[in-house]
């Protein structure tokens, strides 16, 4: 009878055991939701399902030996650095099963390196380098300690896994949520099924009685269930109504951007690569882009009244590290191959909306991406004969007509600093009988295609170069107008700007005669323009080539004479290119005191070193305060209900950290003699007599028991090496045998 009692124990625990591990599996498959916005590759899965196979395999297999929790937890690391590199660091496996040295090390180094890299790297991440490695720690270990926690019946380990890597996707998420509404839904639908099971039978007194108590139990459970379902959907949904669609995440604090806008315009250099020998010279050989399609160098948006540059506000965006790709609502229709003959500086050509990218690995770490711009860049330049491929979203073929419709966007843009006045005005002339923004806008765009084309080399018409303020001016004075890509974007995207539509200049090269090898020659410059509905419209602005009426001019004939005889009017020069993006004059910076620097350079290390040994001893100092946080409570109790449990307590730690085998059952005076300590046996017999004494325990009693529990310390810890006192002093079996006691089923602590 005993026996047959026995074995259904055992049935049941192994039942419940298999109950909660499965509803924890259920709990991990949903937590994994908020984490796949952030990396979004199929291999997640496998990540989180082989590290959590592999942990409750682990804690299997180390709890049948019944070895120690030490080395049951270097088993774990052993186990752990096995499975890691297939699961955690896929692209360093041999065949795919098996750790490489590198592998290992990429691991180990991301340990620390990959928690920074997942904040720091623009989402989707796909299995770039170590950034699986955070999601493998905590599901790896989260199904080690999942296992105990199933079969002591402290489920709350079990959970433990699922809700850190539910946090860990909700804060080094994206800013964009994965379906939040559904993902709650589940979590409460998994958790009250947990809830549900662990119910016991309702039993009545005969069948009858049962029957209506279950029918009664079933009505209240049904009803509980909908009403926490109300409730989990309608405050998610009021939640998503309310906040923002972008949430503020971890990323957005840390992510680093790549200011783009202290580089050079690259418009500046544009008749650089139309003109002379550079003209013919090969740029980039091309694979896959179609005929007519834009390689997109550069992107500018914001104009100061020298050059078009890359802003750092509103629609510029901003760039931000890319490990592969990039999420599209749309399928790739491209793909391209480049070799990058000649480097456009630090721009990276791509085309279309960018999906996916190809790089050498060591260019990995400095490509930043735009979202936005749709443009990216290589930090310190890309290197000549460079090959590389991607994938993108078919680009749009530029506008020439058909602009009337188009509505303004919303997009922000800063205010223009300085505009071309004479260009406007000659502008807004042509637009006067036109009542719509679209209609206008067209307008503005036939005035500028009837212009002509000159890149101003000796067998053309003269054409200054450059794009500021007066060389627009100059473009509106001249009849006919004389320009090239230069000048013509420029002023399309000032007079989109000034009728109200958000615009940006694209500078990129276009493959005119499908030959695959783009040259200087076939450099140009579009526009973007913001409409309401449709988005960025690509427009070229361009007139077509055609002869020019106009008689060639030197230097000296295309500077502008003065309109009146005073004031006279100073000659214009041609523009340069010059890194200079403002017209205020650039004072030289004053060299910083030598102890300003020491001082930074102090602070730095000091703040980075502090924080790492804040880190590294982080057991100790956490241990100290949660020992003295629970001697002050227990304290105050004691002093508040007048008893020396609390002080009994504190003298029983002291001794569990001694190395002494404590029983939760044992009496006072048992604890005493196995510890072997005479002045605990006084305190326990003291405690005793003031538990059970008639009159109970005064003030003055419970101060003198606990001023003996320093004696009872000092004893325990006297006769022993200054090592073995370090040790005994930051032991943590006290802590952990006082919170097993204190949540296991039915204590009190």
């Known amino acids: 009878m005993n026996r047959a009692s026995q074995r259904r124990r055992s049935e049941r625990r192994g039942v419940s055991v298999v109950r909660d591990l499965l509803f924890g599996t259920a709990l991990l498959a949903v937590a994994i939701a908020p984490s796949w916005r952030l990396y979004d590759t199929p291999f997640l899965f496998v990540t989180v399902g082989g590290a959590w196979l592999a942990g409750l395999l682990v804690s299997f297999l180390t709890g049948l030996r019944r070895w120690p929790w030490y080395l049951q937890s270097v088993v774990a690391v ?39 890299d997942v904040l720091s790297v623009d989402p989707p991440l796909g299995s770039y380098d170590a950034v699986l490695v955070p999601v493998f720690v905590l599901v790896f270990f989260g199904g080690f300690i999942a296992w105990r926690g199933a079969r002591s019946g402290r489920r709350w380990l079990v959970m433990l896994g699922p809700a850190l890597l539910l946090l860990y996707g909700i804060v080094f998420g994206a800013r964009v949520g994965f379906r939040p509404l559904e993902v709650g839904a589940a979590l409460v639908v998994v958790a009250l099924g947990w809830v549900l099971a662990l119910r016991p039978p309702v039993m009545g007194i005969d069948p009858e009685h049962t029957r209506r108590l279950r029918a009664g139990a079933a009505r209240r459970t049904v009803a509980g269930v909908g009403f926490a379902l109300v409730c989990a959907v309608g405050g998610t949904a009021l939640a998503q109504a309310l906040l923002p669609e972008r949430r503020e995440v971890l990323r957005a604090a840390f992510q680093p951007e790549y200011e783009v806008q202290r580089q050079v315009s690259p ?26 399609a834009m390689l997109r160098v550069a992107v500018m948006d914001e104009y100061n009244g020298v050059a078009m540059q890359t802003g750092n506000a509103g629609s510029a965006g901003t760039f931000t590290r890319l ?8 399928a790739a229709a491209w793909n ?43 930090k310190d330049g890309a290197p000549s004969g460079l090959r590389y491929s991607f994938s993108s979203v078919a680009g749009q073929t530029p506008l020439r007509a058909g602009l009337g419709e188009l509505s303004p966007g919303s997009a922000y843009q800063p205010d223009l600093v300085q505009l071309p006045e004479q260009l406007v005005d000659a502008a807004r002339a042509a637009w006067a009988r036109q009542s719509t923004p679209g209609a206008q806008l067209q307008s503005a765009l036939d005035y500028l295609l009837a212009g002509g084309v000159s890149h101003g080399e000796d067998d053309e018409v003269f054409s200054r170069s450059g794009h500021s303020a007066e060389r627009l001016n100059l473009l509106a004075q001249e009849k006919p107008m004389v320009g090239d890509a230069e000048q013509y974007a420029t002023a399309f995207a000032l007079l989109a700007r000034e009728i109200g539509f958000p615009a940006r200049v694209v500078m990129g090269f276009v493959d005119g005669n499908a030959d695959g090898r783009m040259s200087g020659s076939e450099l140009t410059a579009w526009v973007e323009i913001q409409d309401a509905k449709r988005g960025w419209l690509a427009v070229d602005p361009n007139p077509e080539p055609r002869e020019i009426t106009q008689q060639k001019k030197s230097t000296e004939d295309a500077i502008a004479r003065p309109r009146t005889v005073l004031p006279p009017d100073t ?32 602070w730095w290390w000091t703040w980075r070193a502090g924080l790492s040994l804040l880190i590294l001893t982080s057991p100790l100092w956490v241990l100290a ?29 002291e001794a569990i950290d001694a190395g002494v085998g404590v029983h939760r059952a044992q009496t006072r005076r048992e604890v005493a003699e196995a510890a072997g300590s005479g002045g605990l046996a006084v305190l326990a017999r003291r405690a005793d007599e003031l538990s059970f004494a008639p009159r109970g325990a005064q003030r003055a009693d419970v101060d003198e028991v606990w001023a003996s529990v320093k004696g009872v310390r000092r004893e325990l810890r006297g006769g022993k090496s200054r090592w073995q006192r370090l040790r005994q002093r930051y032991s ?7 919170l097993r006691w204190a949540f296991r089923p039915g204590g009190n602590g």
């Open 732 to 738: 943590w079996r006290s802590v952990v045998t006082w």
């Open 267 to 292: 418009l500046q250099g544009y008749r650089h690569y139309v003109t002379g020998e550079e003209a013919e010279a090969t740029v980039a050989e091309v694979k896959g882009l179609p005929a007519g």
């Open 571 to 602: 000659p214009r020069q041609e523009d340069t290119i010059t890194p200079r993006m403002d017209e205020s004059p650039q004072q030289p910076q004053p060299e910083p005191d030598p102890w300003l620097v020491l001082l930074k350079a102090v």
């Open 78 to 116: 052993a186990a752990a650095l096995l499975v890691a590199v297939p699961l955690a660091v896929p692209g360093q496996a041999i065949g795919h099963v098996l750790p490489s040295l590198g592998g290992l090390g990429t691991f180990v180094t991301g340990l620390v390196g990959a928690w920074v």
């Open 336 to 378: 391209v191959d480049v070799v990058l003959e000649q480097p456009v500086g630090e721009w990276l050509p791509v085309a279309g909306e960018l999906s996916e990218i190809s790089l050498p690995a060591q260019l990995r770490d400095r490509l930043y991406f735009n979202r936005t711009l749709d443009a990216a860049v290589i």
């Open 323 to 330: 490990p592969a790709g990039v999420s599209r609502d749309a």
């Open 625 to 653: 305060l949660i020992e003295a946080l629970r001697r002050r409570a227990r304290r105050r109790r004691d002093r508040k209900e007048l008893t020396v449990s609390g002080a009994w307590d504190e003298a029983r730690d």
